[in-house]
């Protein structure tokens, strides 16, 4: 789960991306910028990444962690390895979000809104406990809807003679525009393994860059959703010797002093004034 700044960053780049659309065939200074910045954004993204690949969801079940936060399980056939190496023909991923034992709801905001029998293309990493398997949850599956590679936001991926991304927005998703003809499948995922350091392996590999998740096993949430709940430790009464030393560390009262607080006694509190 992204902290308050990777939610900053992911608004900037969803916001950057919606306006996309709206640019002009004509490379201008500023598409120049954006294409740099989803260029650089799709390369932290891949370099994240242990495992990426194309697949079908075949299955969506929701179970609770140790703690008793809900999670959700997507399990997809892999169709396509594209990045990393495993050694099965499925595999079973997890993310925070479903229903508590009490029925009540809990959702992320960049939690994946998974479809059964979707098509998409994941970027899966188990090195780091965020919440979600995937990377930047959301942003880490692209859905495929009629031969285009969508991202998180509806945005359309494209991936030009240069190796440059741009994300289409819907109003450039139009059939009067020619730009969407670039979406294809084959030529992104070409784009992500050129981009990918990792050697790409196939299916049944002997060793695996990410497991998969067992489903009966127990586990724990993420630790970011269960910290509030720990209360820090009372520390324990101080023994009378340490009392005692306490007590004789601290400097006494001066003479004078010691004379006004017992004025104050018998005065009721009344101050008192020296006639010096």
């Given amino acids: ?17 919606a306006l996309i659309g709206t640019c002009s065939i004509h490379v201008t200074a500023s598409e120049t910028q954006n294409i740099e910045v989803q ?37 997809y056939d892999i ?16 993310f925070v979000g ?20 979707e098509e998409a293309i994941l970027m899966v990493q188990q090195q780091k406990n965020t919440g979600c398997d995937f990377v930047e949850c959301e942003h ?13 936001n509806g945005s359309a991926i494209t991936i030009d003679d240069n190796g440059d991304v741009r994300y289409l927005s819907a109003s450039a998703q139009l ?10 499948i084959d030529k992104f995922t070409q784009h992500l393994q050129q981009l990918s350091k990792k050697q790409v392996f196939r299916l049944n590999s002997i060793q695996m860059s990410v497991a998969d998740t067992n489903r009966k096993a127990a586990f724990n949430a993420y630790p970011a959703l269960t910290q509030s ?15 005692g030393l306490r007590l004789q560390s601290q400097p006494s009262a001066s003479t004078h ?19 010096n």
């Fill in 1 to 17: 789960m992204p902290t308050t700044r990777s939610f900053l960053r992911l608004s900037t780049f969803t916001l950057m991306t």
């Fill in 39 to 75: 260029n650089s954004f799709l390369q932290s993204m891949v370099d994240r990444a242990d495992f990426i690949f194309k697949g079908t969801l075949v299955d969506i079940s929701e179970g609770l962690s140790v703690e008793g936060i809900p999670y959700t399980f997507a399990t």
């Fill in 79 to 94: 169709t396509q390895v594209i990045s990393g190496n495993y050694a099965g023909n499925s595999i079973t991923v997890k």
């Fill in 98 to 117: 479903g229903k508590f034992a009490n029925g009540n709801l809990l959702t992320a905001t960049n939690t994946p809104k998974v479809t059964l029998a």
């Fill in 140 to 152: 880490g599956r692209f859905v495929i809807e009629q031969g285009n590679v969508m991202a998180a």
């Fill in 175 to 184: 059939p009067s525009q020619s730009r969407l003809a670039t979406s294809r």
């Fill in 229 to 243: 709940s720990s209360a820090p430790k009372v520390p324990a009464s101080l023994t009378p010797q340490q009392r």
């Fill in 257 to 275: 002093d010691q004379w006004e607080v017992e004025q104050l006694k018998r005065n009721n509190g009344n101050p008192v004034l020296s006639s």
